[in-house]
C-alpha cells in the first residue's frame, strides 16, 4: 500500500478508537480528507476497506527473519520470543482493543461481516506468517509435532492465555515493554516443553 493509502487505514482505525462502531464512506472521507470516489477506488467497498483495514493493523505482528539454513536452538528460540512480544503489544494497542470490540458486536447482531474479516485477515493470516518458522524448526530437528495447526494453536493460546479478553472486557492489566517481554520468553520455553526436541532450550536444561 502507499503511504497515502495506509493514512487512510490509520483514519479507520483512529475512528474505531473514538467509538465510532457505524463506519461509512462518508465519515472516513471526511477523516482522511479524501473523496467517496478514491475510497471506492482504492478498496471497493466498505467491507473491502475494512478487510484492508484489518490486514494493516495485523501486519504489525510479523515473525521476523530467519535462515532455515542456518536456524539453530538460539535463533528459533529469539524468533519466537520476537513473535510472541510483538503480538502482545499489537493486540494491546487501544486500536487493536477497539476493532476487536466492534468486531465482537457486529458478529453477535449480523450487522456486517467484519468478525469474519477479522478472523480471515487477523488471527488465520498471522497464523500462516508464523507457521513457516515452526515447520523450519521441524525440519531441523528442533520441534516435535504431528500438525502445524495444532502446535501454532497452543503456541499462540500459551502467549494470549487470557489477556485479550480481559482486554476487550476492560481489565485495565498494564502491559508494560518490560512485562510482555517475560511473558513472551515463558510462553516460548512452555511451548519447547510440549513441542521441543533434544537439543532445543527447554530439553537441554
Known amino acids: 500500500m502507499s503511504p497515502r493509502q495506509r493514512e487512510v487505514l490509520d483514519a479507520v482505525l483512529a475512528l474505531l478508537v473514538e467509538g465510532r462502531e457505524t463506519l461509512t464512506m462518508t465519515a472516513v472521507a471526511r477523516r482522511a480528507r479524501c473523496s467517496k470516489e478514491t475510497l471506492y477506488k482504492w478498496f471497493g467497498d466498505r467491507d473491502g476497506l475494512l478487510a484492508a483495514t484489518v490486514r494493516w493493523q495485523a501486519s504489525r505482528v510479523r515473525a521476523g527473519n530467519f535462515d532455515r539454513q542456518r536456524l539453530d536452538a538460539a535463533m528459533l528460540q529469539e524468533s519466537l520470543e520476537r513473535f510472541a512480544a510483538n503480538w502482545l503489544s499489537v493486540i494491546s494497542s487501544r ?8 468486531a465482537v458486536a457486529h458478529a453477535g447482531s449480523g450487522r456486517s461481516n467484519l468478525g469474519a474479516i477479522v478472523l480471515e485477515n487477523g488471527r488465520f493470516a498471522i497464523g500462516e506468517r508464523l507457521k513457516p518458522l515452526l515447520e523450519a524448526g ?26 485479550q479478553i480481559r482486554l476487550l472486557l476492560g481489565d485495565g492489566i498494564e502491559m508494560s515493554r518490560e512485562g510482555i517481554a517475560r511473558d513472551a520468553a515463558d510462553a516460548t520455553r512452555q511451548f519447547f516443553v510440549l513441542y521441543g526436541a533434544n537439543g532445543t532450550p527447554a530439553q537441554a536444561g
Do not use: C, H, P, Y
Open 95 to 102: 486500536t487493536s482493543i477497539a476493532l476487536n470490540r466492534v
Open 138 to 163: 521441524r525440519e531441523v530437528g528442533l520441534l516435535e509435532f504431528d500438525d502445524t495447526e495444532s502446535a501454532f494453536r497452543t503456541f499462540f493460546g500459551l502467549v494470549g492465555r487470557d489477556v
